[in-house]
């Protein structure tokens, strides 16, 4: 199982931009797997949540597309 670090910049877009959407985080592990083939954990993609409490510490640009594609959801 990959960890956050060790995925491709295009899966964590792909991760930052469901949970966007307002996907759940099991959602996004099932979308990762269906899309790449990739096995990440739940916990890992909940820690891609620029909003949640637990969040870690992501890139500016994640951070910035996160917030772009989650004002477009709300439109």
């Known amino acids: 199982m ?3 670090n060790e995925l491709l910049g295009s899966v964590k877009a792909f991760i930052v931009q469901r949970l966007a959407r307002f996907d759940q985080p099991s959602q996004a592990v099932k979308a990762v797997k269906k899309e ?3 096995e990440v954990s739940r916990q890992r993609v909940h820690f891609s949540e620029p909003t949640s409490k637990n969040r870690r510490a992501l890139h500016p640009e994640l951070k910035e597309l996160f917030f772009e594609r989650r004002k477009k959801a709300i439109e």
């Open 36 to 38: 790449f083939g990739l």
């Open 2 to 4: 990959a960890t956050f």
